[in-house]
């Protein structure tokens, strides 16, 4: 008689899957300890089936890349170095060797942050979804309140390509390699976020919503205005800045920063561009109403 | 015009409804500072509707309630003490509602183990969950894999209630007010445990897959076996002790301790029984195997 293997089963699976990729799991809850002086981040991000992702578009290794990748952006946006990740999966009933792809693309997403998975929950569900918490630490972690009137802003990357994957899906339309490769393999800019805070930027966030909704985000958190030329926002293919400042789940970086930074060092260290695309202003209301339409990504009106 | 709450909108409302029970929501990860020496300890656990529970079972606010209240349990398993908690929670369409009395389970669990929320994530979805990602520190944290031979098994409070609950609940029987409570509102036993690993606990695991699951997972992580007299296992109501062996989500703690545990004095400060139920011995497999059928909450079997 074949059974349907159980949970214990298919978390002892994905851990030899893992390998050294996996560590201290088989507690209640995982332990870990912050370089001395160091401050504890932790941000949790959810991707559900039918929501964030449909299984015709990504591959199930690509799918659980994306899930833990989105959650260690959130240490990037806060200069933060990753500790760990916990993942709480929900898996429909006989979804346990998509559960092996799905590891191999956690395992993905943690060896290219140099992190390793300590914990999580495995669990049934009608759906499959993926709930990573990504653990980190910080001397001085950035926030979206820490910009002030006068900051230039500046993106890492070039935007756009998410978005237009994700439309191109819906249509069933095809899309260049560079603009699919943007949605199913996103970068966390860690150790971007950590060189950018070492060379003043004060604030942060990073790009999930859409750079347009992201930049009102640290604005309001600052109470500050916001003077952006769009047309400067880079993005990739040659598709319309406008509208790439409207592509959510980029991973990329909005930052703030009192004093230039080197864009042309950053490019050439991190294969990437670093481009200045405004400034904050002092008054809040008036111009980030003036300038940005709050439009973007958002849950429950997608 | 009406339209659906947005998302940003709708934590909005639950930070005001938590008031002073959240603290620091607004950044893209939440920042805390363990206490100097002390280890930072993390769990995560998911409840989904059809999987952890019915909403014909229980009200959201009890749901929201023990969502949190299972995650701050893996804490108490550490005998850590709770620095903070992380919310994922997916929500139908048109659910903006329920999330107002979710939110307020969420408030009373945080409440009655002093403890804040200090992030998460809100997304849409086909069914309702919620993943709580539990933060707390210890000097030194409980592990499973701390017990030896000869060290004495505790457990606390009575057991059995969750189960007996699960199961009228099914087949559409009623039950009593005091089962009903044990299933609706589990404690997180964190004082508790830090008081037991005061007074020599070296190895600890709250009752989340039923006491016979767990106590294997114990002693599996300790490489002992189990001498457990099932008989002496408490039970509420009158129920058999060996089905309540069985019954799972009671968040109570399995402990073991090399010395023996002031009995009395426990239940007089907490106002639940700590009962020696057997001890630890040497060979694994044989005894476990002979004590123990390895039944119990399995996820994918329920």
Chains 1, 2 share one sequence.
Not at 161 to 176: E, L, N, Q
Not at 270 to 287: C, H, M, Q, S, W
Request: aromatic content about 4%.
């Amino acid at each position: 008689m074949t059974t349907t293997p159980g949970e214990f089963e298919l978390i002892a699976r994905m851990r030899e899957r893992w390998g050294p990729l996996a560590e201290g799991i088989g507690d209640d809850a995982a332990v870990l300890t912050a370089p001395r002086g160091e401050q504890i981040v932790v941000s949790v991000d959810a991707c559900h089936e039918g929501v964030h992702f449909e299984r015709a578009w990504l591959s199930l290794r690509e799918i659980g890349y994306r899930a833990v990748t989105a959650a260690l952006s959130d240490l990037a946006a806060m200069a933060a170095s990753p500790r760990g990740v916990l993942l709480a999966i929900a898996l429909p009933p006989a979804g346990s060797r998509d559960l092996m792809e799905i590891a191999d693309g956690v395992g993905d997403a943690v060896r290219a942050a140099q992190t390793v998975v300590i914990g999580g929950n495995l669990s049934a569900a009608a759906t499959l979804s993926i709930t990573t918490t990504a653990v980190g630490s910080a001397f001085s972690p950035l926030t979206r309140s820490g910009a002030r009137p006068g900051n230039l802003l500046y993106v890492t990357g070039a935007l756009g390509g998410p978005g237009a994957a994700v439309d191109a899906f819906k249509r069933g339309d095809t899309m260049s390699a560079a603009v699919r490769e943007r949605f199913a393999k996103p970068t966390a800019r860690i150790a971007e976020a950590r060189w950018l805070a070492a060379r003043g930027v004060v604030a942060a966030i990073d790009v999930s919503d859409g750079l347009r909704q992201d930049a009102l985000h640290l604005a309001a958190a600052s109470h500050v205005g916001l003077a952006i030329d769009w047309t400067l926002v880079p993005t990739i293919d040659g598709l319309d800045a406008d509208r790439a400042s409207l592509s959510g789940e980029e991973y990329e970086l909005l930052v703030a920063s009192p004093v230039p930074l080197p864009e042309a060092e950053f490019a050439a260290r991190f294969g990437v561009p670093l481009t200045r695309i405004g400034r904050l202003t002092e008054r809040p209301n008036a111009d980030s109403s003036r300038v940005v339409a709050p439009r973007g990504h958002d849950h429950f009106s997608r």
